[in-house]
């Protein structure tokens, strides 16, 4: 049987996102088919350091040590962000020289503890999608819009040399949001900010429009910095779609495959600038688009079932 890891070996590496519970439940799906890891929620703020002075490393180690023991690259998410982050970290903001010192010792405890992690997300989601350029978060009203700068800086200072630093963010592909990115990069570059990278979270619907998707790589190549596909999934119902179904339609895994095999071929025209592409979750038995944007609601995004077998949306990836 072909194997994701291998059908992209001359192109990426492709990986899942995972929660520590899941090296069990799902061993024999990540060890056959994936060479790249990336912990969903443990390395998160508010799992990683719950209360002032305390950082749990514990659950997020056993995945580096389980993807070092398989040979698999490992992702690291992520260090500033204004969701999941921890109270006494963020609220209420505290003046911008203490929450300065804040970034930065949250930075050097986790280089301490994840040094041997090569790839990280620095900063998570800070554009905004509506009118302000920049997402409203405490990180930003107390220390203001050169907060990613510091962040990345602190990151490079604390992280050994060559570690790869990354910008993520979702609606990549969105012209508007798009556009933000770029000139947020191509600035931070300007300035002398060490930004290696940046991830296409890539949370897709079946109504993506895929030219989109191409000229947002087309952007961001053009930048010169490594690209990730870091999140990507793609819910077969709309978000306003509160049925509850036993098992997709036969028409939703169709598009859901067409969706999947055009945007590899896009993704395979991008080597040696794109090299990781991971989904956000391995298989269907798992996804958080189960609980949002609607609590209970059933959905199918990704390339393997429930059963983790392989779905038409795997073989059209793979059969290029």
């Known amino acids: 049987m072909k194997t994701l890891k291998d059908a992209y070996k001359e192109f990426f590496t492709v990986g899942a996102a995972i ?24 390395m998160k703020p508010c799992h990683m350091n719950p209360s002032p002075g305390v950082y749990t490393p514990e659950p997020a180690r056993r995945i580096v040590d389980f993807a070092k023991a398989h ?15 921890p109270p006494h970290m963020i ?7 203490t929450m300065l010192g804040r970034m930065r010792a949250h930075m050097f405890t986790m280089a301490e503890l994840f040094g041997d992690v ?39 200072e604390a992280m050994p040399p060559g570690t790869g630093l990354f910008y993520n963010d979702y609606g990549d592909h969105v012209p508007q949001k798009r556009d ?3 000139a947020m990069i191509r600035g931070m570059q300007d300035r002398g900010v060490p930004i290696t990278g940046v991830g296409l979270q890539s949370h897709w619907g ?11 790589l087309e952007c961001y190549a053009k930048l010169g910095v490594e690209i990730h596909i870091t999140e990507m999934d793609i819910g077969v119902l709309s978000a306003d779609d509160t049925t509850r179904r036993d098992a997709p339609t036969e028409e939703m895994m169709t598009k859901l ?17 794109l090299t990781n592409v991971t989904t956000w979750g391995s298989a269907d038995d798992t996804t958080w688009l189960d609980h949002w944007p609607i609590p209970g609601r059933k959905n199918w995004p990704l390339l393997f079932d429930e059963h983790h077998q392989p779905k038409e949306a795997f073989w059209r990836v793979v059969e290029f």
Request: net charge negative.
């Open 19 to 42: 929660e520590p519970w899941h090296l069990d439940s799902h061993y024999d799906l990540l060890t056959t088919q994936f060479n790249s890891l990336t912990c969903e929620n443990r």
């Open 71 to 85: 040979g698999m690259a490992m992702r690291g998410h992520t260090l500033v962000w204004h969701h999941q982050t």
């Open 91 to 97: 609220d209420p903001p505290a003046d911008r020289d």
């Open 118 to 156: 090569p790839k990280w997300d620095v900063v998570n989601e800070a554009v905004g999608d509506g009118d302000d350029v920049l997402r409203p978060s405490p990180w930003h009203d107390a220390i203001g819009p050169d907060y990613l700068d510091h962040a990345f800086r602190f990151a490079a």
């Open 180 to 182: 933000r990115i770029c």
């Open 206 to 216: 079946l109504d993506v429009n895929l030219d989109d998707v191409r000229r947002g």
């Open 257 to 273: 495959a067409d969706i999947y095999a055009e945007a590899f071929a896009i993704f395979r025209q991008y080597k040696g600038i």
